[in-house]
């Protein structure tokens, strides 16, 4: 079981052009998140989607979209890059169904926007 | 807004214990969540704490109150690995998580 898997690992990309991180999980869970970590401040979501066909914005949607067509992938889409979107990129998934619902982590994508 | 404070960064000796201070000011609570993460690694669920008082697992305890808005993570018999960044996060009144921006615990032999 790989749990929740991330692609890629690290990505240079150029300002102006467009980038999918994907983001795929096998717990059959409902609800995932992306969120995106910079130093000094926590984690801050992006995007959610609490079931398959749904998604919400969080924190700070600007400049990203999501989609999730079904319960196991969840891709992230920069439409045209810019420097500030340079970050480490987590997806992660929980059940969604529980009170106590504990979130579980992909391995991280590490952008860098020139 | 809402707002969870933590200390940026801790130090402590290996074989000690040490106890990390969370504060938080959230629009509603359902929870409140521990996580460690490593260096270049993703956070792992460490602890959930949704009534008052203390939770233990094995080296781990975490400590709720919630009319203070403040919990703690207490780490016993400290080893070298326990060295990581902790993060406290809280389930706001819309079941989001809200972040700690992380405590970075560096464990000294």
Sequence with gaps: ?114 | GQNIDQPTEMTATEGAIVQINCTYQTSGFNGLFWYQQHAGEAPTFLSYNVLDGLEEKGRFSSFLSRSKGYSYLLLKELQMKDSASYLCAVLDSNYQLIWGAGTKLIIKP
């Design chain 1, 1 to 114: 079981i790989a749990g929740i898997t991330q692609a890629p690992t690290s990505q240079i990309l150029a300002a102006g052009r467009r980038m999918t991180l994907r983001c795929t999980q096998d717990m059959r869970h409902n609800a995932m998140y992306w969120y995106r970590q910079d130093l000094g401040l926590g984690l801050r979501l992006i995007h959610y989607s609490n079931t398959a066909g749904t998604t919400g914005k969080g924190e700070v949607p600007d400049g990203y979209s999501v989609s999730r067509a079904n319960t196991d992938d969840f891709p992230l889409t920069l439409a045209s890059a810019v420097p500030s979107q340079t970050s480490v990129y987590f997806c992660a998934s929980s059940d969604g169904t529980q009170d106590r619902d504990e979130q579980f982590f992909g391995p991280g994508t590490r952008l860098t926007v020139l």
